[in-house]
């Protein structure tokens, strides 16, 4: 044969194939769907699947980092706040109420023993104990009705009578050793009998004090507590006496 005919005879391809079977999207009544193309696999990016357990797939690509919200550092603050600041804040209120508390010294009423603008730390524990004791340096609500607090010192116990007299203190007839004077008591010729519950306070200046010879014994419920040490000025730091 010449070419011309060889190109004019159909080649044999062999026996005929039947036509794959097509995947049906919208029903499953077709054959078997064909084989996934390996290529396709291999660059598709893999699924996960939500952390939430939702089933949402997400891409495997690296998409924008997620940013804490307002939420989150708010909770955080809330959450310093509870643990951490406001038992602090308690446990300060309760030792101011209960124990003990800080005050500063203002006026002349206590020299030469207490100056102005000295600080002191007064506790309260004691007395819930027992009473004030002769000689204890109180601080105590005024009195007279004045928002400001005293320093005084108890010179006179529950049932006791307190006179001046000769420019000293007599209880109950008795000189009182006042080794913190450095001057005489004002005031002679009067007398005073404690009632019961209270006690009579004066200020370490007996010539420049308004104490309970001006207006009279003071109830315990009125007395803060009893100042018990000096913390400021430094060089003073120490126990009132």
Excluded: C
Aim: aromatic content about 6%; cysteine-free; glycine content about 12%.
């Amino acid at each position: 044969m010449d070419d011309a005919t060889l190109s004019q005879i159909p080649e044999d391809k062999g026996p005929a194939q039947p036509a794959p079977a097509k995947s049906r999207a919208l029903d499953g009544t077709g054959s078997r769907s064909p084989l996934p193309d390996s290529t396709a696999a291999f660059d598709a990016p893999p699924t996960t699947r939500d952390p939430a357990g939702a089933g949402a797939a997400h891409s495997g690509a690296a998409g924008p980092a997620p940013q804490v919200g307002a939420k989150s550092r708010w909770g955080g603050l809330a959450r310093d706040v509870v643990g951490t600041i406001l038992p602090a804040v308690l446990i300060a209120l309760l030792i101011h109420v209960f124990l003990a508390q800080a005050t500063r010294v203002y006026g002349q009423s206590m020299q030469p023993n207490l100056h102005t603008n000295e600080r002191l730390v007064v506790e309260k524990l004691s007395y819930r104990f027992h009473g004030p004791r002769r000689g204890d340096v109180v601080v105590l609500h005024d009195p007279s009705g004045g928002s400001e607090l005293l320093i005084k010192r108890v010179v006179g116990l529950p049932g006791e009578r307190v006179t001046v007299a000769d420019g000293q203190v007599f209880i109950d007839g008795v000189a009182l050793e006042e080794p913190y004077l450095n001057q005489e008591t004002q005031g002679n010729g009067r007398s005073w009998l404690v009632p019961p519950l209270q006690v009579f306070v004066m200020g370490d200046n007996r010539q420049a004090s308004r104490d309970s010879r001006s207006f009279g014994a003071v109830g315990l419920d009125q007395i803060i507590g009893r100042a018990l040490f000096r913390y400021w000025p430094l060089d003073l730091f120490g126990l009132l006496r």
